[in-house]
Each structure stands twice: as structure tokens, then as C-alpha cells.
């Protein structure tokens, strides 16, 4: 038996920002939310994808070529290697897709990289509304 999850509810229900949460895992990958708001940090994942998917607001993906923009329902894969900054001038709800390798702020670590342990720190349970 499977666990249904609403990747919009959980991040939603985030009280932190910049703290991605992991909320399944498929083979090798975990699949994370996470509330942002402002610049994390310039980085990069040498070995791994990272693909972004909005749930709710506006993305701006910072890379040395240029920026992708990115609104709600829309995804994008920033490729290993490459340098990039995510930005939301208003808060954002996002959901990622990771390979379990991957560290949060890659090459660089600042006040606003978590580690793994903290990613998979049970998620508060959520009380579905009543109609």
C-alpha cells in the first residue's frame, strides 16, 4: 500500500525557507519540496541533474549563460556542472527531483545549505481540510 502525498500541500505547510524536505523517494532519486524566498546561492552539482518543478509562484534560475523564468506548472533541468542560483523575489513553492548524492548548495556550503539528515526530517502531518 502506497502513501498519497500532495507535494503543494506539504510545501505549503513549510515553515522554513530554503529547507527542501524530502517527501518520496523513486530508485535513486528523492523527491523534495521546499518554500523559497530571495537568492540561495551560486553552486553547482558536479555529477548530478537537478530538476525544479513550481508548484506555486515564480522561479528565476540564475546561470553564467543567462536565466530561465520559470511560473507556475512549468520544470527545468539545470544540468550537472552547471553553475546556477535560484531566485524567487516572492515566495515560491517548488518541488525537486535529485538524485540521493546530490548535496543542497553542491560545491559551496553557506547559512542556508542543509544537510541531507535535515532534508529527511519527518514532515509534520497534515490535516486535510473538511468540506
Given at each position: 500500500?502506497?502513501?498519497?502525498?500532495?507535494?503543494?500541500?506539504?510545501?505549503?505547510?513549510?515553515?522554513?525557507?530554503?529547507?527542501?524536505?524530502?517527501?518520496?523517494?523513486?530508485d535513486?532519486?528523492?523527491?523534495?519540496?521546499?518554500?523559497?524566498?530571495?537568492?540561495?546561492?551560486?553552486?553547482?552539482?558536479?555529477?548530478?541533474?537537478?530538476?525544479?518543478?513550481?508548484?506555486?509562484?515564480?522561479?528565476?534560475?540564475?546561470?553564467?549563460?543567462?536565466?530561465?523564468?520559470?511560473?507556475?506548472?512549468?520544470?527545468?533541468?539545470?544540468?550537472?556542472?552547471v553553475?546556477?542560483?535560484?531566485?524567487?523575489?516572492?515566495?515560491?513553492?517548488?518541488?525537486?527531483?535529485?538524485?540521493?548524492?546530490?548535496?543542497?548548495?553542491?560545491?559551496?556550503?553557506?547559512?542556508?545549505?542543509?544537510?541531507?539528515?535535515?532534508?529527511?526530517?519527518?514532515?509534520?502531518?497534515?490535516?486535510?481540510?473538511?468540506?
Amino acid at each position: 500500500m502506497s502513501n498519497i502525498t500532495s507535494p503543494k500541500q506539504v510545501a505549503a505547510s513549510l515553515t522554513e525557507l530554503w529547507s527542501p524536505r524530502v517527501v518520496a523517494e523513486v530508485d535513486d532519486a528523492y523527491i523534495k519540496v521546499a518554500k523559497v524566498h530571495g537568492s540561495l546561492a551560486w553552486h553547482s552539482h558536479e555529477n548530478e541533474d537537478e530538476l525544479f518543478l513550481i508548484l506555486k509562484g515564480h522561479l528565476r534560475i540564475e546561470m553564467e549563460e543567462g536565466a530561465v523564468e520559470l511560473k507556475e506548472g512549468e520544470m527545468f533541468v539545470v544540468p550537472k556542472g552547471v553553475r546556477h542560483n535560484p531566485v524567487a523575489e516572492q515566495e515560491c513553492h517548488l518541488m525537486l527531483i535529485e538524485r540521493k548524492t546530490t548535496l543542497h548548495t553542491g560545491d559551496v556550503v553557506t547559512e542556508k545549505t542543509r544537510s541531507l539528515d535535515e532534508q529527511l526530517r519527518p514532515l509534520e502531518r497534515l490535516v486535510n481540510p473538511v468540506d
